[in-house]
């Protein structure tokens, strides 16, 4: 297995989304059937389309079912639209993951997405030939629901690509067409499949979901230009401690014996350790923080 970094930014779950659960998503479905079957019907194709991109807002694994009836309710949509393509897309996707699921009792009858379904070959799932997958080390890739341990799906229909590393933070999350899986989630096949990971199955708590992981600091190199900066910072450090130590012994030798010699001393040496201080501190910061 791979470490997650060698994922593609591009691929990364949008941060923006606004955390979903496994569980609002089979309520969302429920609330979609409410709409229907109480005659809302641009209320419940506008609930089931606009689900659509918020789908891989899901910070958890949702169930294959659950993926299936939101595919079916989809392509019930479509239908209402008049548009055959996304239909066809839509039943396919429901077919490979539960071809006996069954209508809903608002879809009429004698409605002809009912014979396109029947007559819809049931897709079967095609591996890349090989090709491996990229899996963070102690995290999963789901497709739909379902865990690969390589590459694989139904070609020709939508699917919800997860990839969670090993706190269960959803890393990539998106929907693909069919086998395009995002180049840098393949690679090699692998000796060995990957298993479950740990936390596939636990239930989340609100509040304390995963999260990201914290980009790495990135490590300067000490060029000519900071050592030599480096260097200075520390030796006028070093002449402003000196200054300093000087103007204490003279302060402490004026309170026993005032002259103005040691007034003066005391004075030079306090005002040469700020300033060299100050200096240390300009030529450590340029060292730090410069090219």
């Known amino acids: 297995m791979l470490p997650l970094l060698l994922l593609g930014a591009a691929w990364a779950r949008d941060p ?14 429920d609330d979609v059937d409410m709409a229907f079957a109480n005659m809302e019907v641009e ?13 891989p807002c ?26 055959q393509g996304d239909v066809d897309r839509w039943l396919g996707l429901a077919k490979a993951l539960d071809p006996s699921l069954p209508w809903p009792s608002y879809v009429p009858n004698g409605h002809p997405i009912r014979d396109q379904a029947d007559e819809r070959p049931t897709p079967v799932v095609q591996a890349l030939d090989g090709e491996g997958l990229v899996v963070p080390d102690g995290g999963g890739v789901f497709l739909d629901g379902r865990f690969l341990t390589k590459p694989q799906g139904e070609p ?9 590393d090993s706190s269960g933070y959803m890393a ?10 995002p180049d840098d989630l393949l690679g090699p096949p692998l000796d060995t499949d990957p298993v479950l990971p740990e936390w596939y199955g636990k239930p989340l708590t609100p509040g304390k979901s995963p999260k990201p ?45 005032p002259t103005d010699a040691l007034f003066v001393a005391t004075d030079v040496g306090t005002v040469g350790a700020l300033a060299s201080g100050g200096v240390a501190i300009t030529f450590t910061s340029l060292a730090l923080f410069g090219k």
Request: proline letters at 7%.
């Open 16 to 29: 923006s989304c606004p955390d979903l659960y496994a569980a609002n998503f089979s309520a969302l479905i």
């Open 43 to 55: 209320r419940g194709i506008g609930m089931v389309i606009s689900a659509e991109p918020r789908i």
């Open 58 to 83: 899901l910070i958890d694994v949702p169930q294959q079912q659950d993926v299936a009836r939101y595919a079916l309710r989809r392509a019930w949509a479509a239908a209402l639209q008049m548009n």
């Open 156 to 164: 020709g229909v939508p699917h919800l690509l997860q990839v969670g």
């Open 172 to 181: 990539i999350a998106m929907w693909q067409d069919g086998l395009a899986f």
């Open 213 to 257: 992981p914290k980009p790495a600091r990135e490590k300067r190199p000490w060029t000519e230009p900071r050592l030599t900066n480096l260097e200075r910072g520390m030796g006028f450090a070093l002449v402003g401690a000196s200054l300093w130590g000087s103007a204490l012994l003279a302060r402490s030798a004026y309170d026993n014996h």
